[in-house]
């Protein structure tokens, strides 16, 4: 049997961007029940309020447009939520704040749930399981519980079937007012990006890295660091808030970036180029993105990537490039005079929401903590969907590329590191105006084809008040 996460691990918080993300709070303590579960109606139930008839709601996946989560609250059965064949799947709703809770009620249609646990929690992210069920049959099933809680999810482990998921209503009770949806903001401008620049240039060359090696000056091969000038061996998130100065263009991102130096022979190779630093939706529905929690570190890439694991990566963009060269997974051997190298790779955007750092071994990898979506969604081990950053990296070297080399080793060890320390309210906005508004923005949060949406920052890179 698959297996259930562990209702008892603590998760940290995470900052939503819109009222329907609602402000973090603590989390009541739950009763489990039991874990074979019969579906029963409680004879003397206390009198309960339907809270989630019409509440936001959100899956892991939906079979067709016709079978979204939100036909589960509709009040109606002969509409439902159907999601892909899979067992790892989900049915969340949103009641808009948090209310107590005294039962749910899960009508399943014929693809039901052999094995799924029923979880309440004040902040989408932290989770108590108030119902486990083992060798379920489908039917309708009630779950009557003492707890709070704002969002209430079905978390399916195994079929019953051999088709998805498949419910009917899923019936959230409790005591309070019903609360009425907060639709986001809706544009009609087309969207053909979800983007913001947060370009940054050379700092300083040291043989540290603080993820892998903290605390252990010298310890790593050359890196090439920039952003935050400070970044050394013993940088800490308090270190990178402490210390502002930084290479990049706005000066609310404190945050650190660092790759392999690229040399040529015995020399590293720098560079004043601006490096375009995309922050990006990595999924498909780009108004779930939320800004990265303080903290939050993770490496791109992996050092011992062979060619062909480095050219298949979910990662790799178009390798490495100069002049006419494209697609290459080795460095060429020969640039056009005058051209420069590049490289593009991009990060993983799904975040477990309980972990700020990987393990040790993040150069084999970007640590179980991060991972990179499927099929435009955040599975269900990495859930919180945060900014894809998307790194365009130039140097100034053509010609004979000969001698050429990555400090890290062979040219598909490319990877790079990024410790988060942005002002939070300019994160914050900068992910609520360009990626989950849909804009292709500069390094201020304007899009220059779309001047009516404005700007987060004003030219001297100053917040600009919320209207």
């Known amino acids: 049997m698959n297996h259930v996460p562990d209702p008892t691990q603590t ?18 303590a739950l009763g489990l029940v039991c874990t074979a579960f019969v579906a029963t109606q409680a004879a003397a139930a206390a009198p309960a309020t339907l809270l989630s008839k019409d509440a936001l709601t959100a899956a892991s996946s939906s079979e067709s447009g016709g079978l ?34 005294s039962r749910v009620v899960i009508d399943w249609e014929a693809a039901y749930g052999e094995d799924f646990t029923v979880q309440v929690s004040n902040d989408a992210s932290t989770w108590s399981t108030v119902a486990r069920v083992v060798d379920g049959t489908g039917g ?27 419910i009917e209503e899923f019936e959230v009770y409790g005591e309070g007012e019903v609360v009425t949806p907060e639709d986001p903001p809706v544009f009609t401008d087309e969207v053909t990006h979800h983007e913001f620049q947060a370009n940054c240039t050379f700092s300083h060359l040291k043989n540290d890295d603080p993820i892998v090696y903290p605390g252990r000056p010298g310890a790593s091969h050359l890196h090439n660091f920039v952003g935050n000038r400070s970044t ?14 930084t290479t990049c263009t706005v000066p609310q991102d404190k945050s650190s970036y660092w ?34 929690p303080q903290g939050l570190r993770f490496v791109a890439g992996d050092m011992m990537a062979t060619p062909d694991s ?11 490039e ?18 420069d190298l590049n490289i593009r790779y991009q990060s993983p955007s799904c975040w477990d929401g309980m972990n700020l750092t990987p393990e040790s071994s993040a150069h084999m990898g970007h640590g179980s903590h991060m991972a990179y979506p499927v099929n435009g969604q955040c599975p269900l081990s990495n859930p919180v969907a945060v900014p894809m950053i998307e790194f365009k990296i130039s140097w100034p070297v053509s010609g004979d590329m000969s001698d050429v080399r990555l400090a890290s080793g062979s040219d598909q060890s490319w990877h790079y590191d990024f410790f988060n320390a942005w002002e ?15 804009l292709q923005c500069n390094p201020r949060g304007y899009d220059q084809y779309k001047p009516h949406r404005g700007a987060v920052l004003d030219e001297n890179y100053n917040l600009i008040a919320n209207p």
């Open 259 to 292: 790759f392999p130096a690229l040399m040529k022979g015995d020399t590293p190779i720098t560079s004043d180029i601006p490096m375009t630093i995309y922050y990006k939706s990595g999924i498909t529905d780009y108004r779930k993105v939320v800004p990265f």
């Open 68 to 101: 979204a989560p939100r036909f589960a609250v509709d009040g109606n059965r002969s509409s439902r939520w159907a999601s892909e064949p899979t067992d790892q799947q989900w049915l969340r709703v949103d009641l808009g704040e948090s209310h107590p809770l």
């Open 232 to 245: 050394d061996a013993n940088t800490t998130t308090e270190s990178l808030l402490a210390n502002p100065a």
């Open 322 to 339: 100069c002049g006419e060269i494209s697609k290459s997974w080795s460095i060429p051997e020969y640039c056009a005079p005058g051209s």
């Open 424 to 438: 939070p309210e300019v994160l914050d906005r900068l992910v609520t105006q360009c990626i989950n508004g849909g």
């Open 140 to 166: 309708t099933q009630t779950f009557d519980f003492a707890g709070a809680g704002q969002y209430v999810q079905v978390l399916g482990t195994e079929r019953g079937t051999g088709y998805g998921y498949s």
């Open 310 to 320: 480095f050219r298949t990566a979910p990662g790799a963009v178009e390798g490495w």
């Open 11 to 28: 998760r940290s918080r995470v900052r939503r961007p819109r009222a329907a993300m609602a402000a973090l709070s603590g989390l009541a």
